[in-house]
């Protein structure tokens, strides 16, 4: 669970991110599943962007990752979400 310095560390971070992968009308698949885990491996700080044109509800579609993935949710603005996971290297310091 982050602490609310880390959260707002983490949105300072994300702010010049660009969305890594965006979940259209396929929804949530198993292949999305294993493309975030490797960008997550990766980044460890990674934004998703929902299109309009998704049948699922955005908050779903959130908790349905963070669940899947144990990441921890960082910020949903408008129609993206970033989320965090520390990985192996943990280049990411949080405070």
Do not use: C, W
């Not at 299109?51 to 408008?78: C, S, T, W, Y």
């Amino acid at each position: 669970m982050l602490t609310g310095k880390q959260r707002s560390y983490l949105k300072s971070l994300a702010h010049n991110l660009d969305p890594i992968l965006i979940i259209g009308k396929g929804g949530v698949t198993d292949n999305t599943i294993k493309q975030l885990n490797d960008a997550l491996e990766k980044h460890e700080l990674i934004k998703i962007k929902i299109l309009n044109n998704n049948m699922e509800d955005p908050k779903h579609v959130q908790e349905r990752i963070l669940e899947v993935l144990k990441a921890e949710f960082v910020q949903f603005i408008g129609s993206k979400f970033t989320i965090y996971r520390a990985s192996k290297d943990g280049h990411i310091k949080l405070p």
